[in-house]
Nanobody
Framework: VQLVESGGGSVQAGGSLRLSCAAS????????RGWFRQVPGKDREGVAA???????TYAYSVKGRFTISKANAKNTLYLQMNSLKPEETAMYYC??????????????????WGQGTQVTVSS
């Protein structure tokens, strides 16, 4: 399984970015996949997750501003991020599970991880 993120970059506060995560060798199109972020010295935190194509969950801090979605034909995961804040500067990772039960942001449930894409939000 290979997960490759793209779409990171630098943006001013209040701006938007759309992250993509292309999966290869991952046959579980409806299983739980998610986005996480991490800054140096801190634990990786869950941002959003999706299962069964439409069931989603979000971290409280991003609700209403971020949207997770999938393009099933392309086996690609997306994260639309609007109204970005400087404190959301981090490395963003996509990840995948072999779990179809629920949308979860517990890192221990994820066995596959991408290399990450940097998001920098300036004030």
């Amino acid at each position: 399984v290979q997960l490759v993120e793209s779409g990171g970059g630098s943006v001013q506060a209040g701006g938007s970015l759309r992250l993509s995560c292309a999966a290869s060798g991952y046959p579980y199109s409806s299983y739980c996949r998610g986005w996480f972020r991490q800054v140096p010295g801190k634990d990786r935190e869950g941002v959003a997750a999706i299962v069964h194509h439409t069931v989603t969950t979000y971290a409280y801090s991003v609700k209403g501003r971020f949207t997770i979605s999938k393009a099933n034909a392309k086996n690609t995961l997306y994260l639309q991020m609007n109204s970005l804040k400087p404190e959301e500067t981090a490395m963003y990772y996509c990840a995948a599970t072999e779990d179809w039960g629920r949308a979860t942001m517990g890192t221990e449930r994820y066995g596959y991880w991408g290399q990450g894409t940097q998001v920098t939000v300036s004030s």
